[in-house]
């Protein structure tokens, strides 16, 4: 049984809706290691997301697939990197919330692992 989201298209969001607390919750109860966390400089809700890769060479594979899907959904994470850990930030600067668009990057992150 797919949520309607994952069958969301892969493209650009003009307006994208903000995610309703249902929405959010779950999205998080399907992708557990995805965490719901506040900024602390101004208290923006953000997705965040850690890897581990065994390599370097691993962990910037993984961050070339995470640039192209950020140019074709023209939102883009805010990214970390030390040898292979990866760690991912998300949320609609636009909107300072956490929006559809932030979940569709997140599930289809998840999907290029």
Do not use: C
Not at 41 to 66: H, P, V
Not at 91 to 113: C, G, I, P, V
């Amino acid at each position: 049984m797919n949520p309607d989201w994952k069958l969301e298209e892969v493209k650009p969001m003009k307006n994208p809706l903000l995610l309703t607390k249902e929405e959010l919750n779950l999205f998080l109860a399907s992708f557990p290691n995805w965490k719901l966390e506040r900024r602390a400089q101004d208290g923006i809700e953000i997705l965040t997301r850690s890897y581990q890769f065994t390599t370097f060479i691993q962990a910037f594979g993984y961050l070339s697939k995470i640039g192209l899907l950020s140019e074709k959904l023209d939102h883009h994470a805010e990214i970390y990197n030390l040898y292979g850990l990866v760690k991912l930030t998300v949320f609609t600067h636009t909107t300072k919330n956490l929006t559809h668009l932030d979940r569709l990057f997140a599930y289809q992150a998840e999907l290029l692992l």
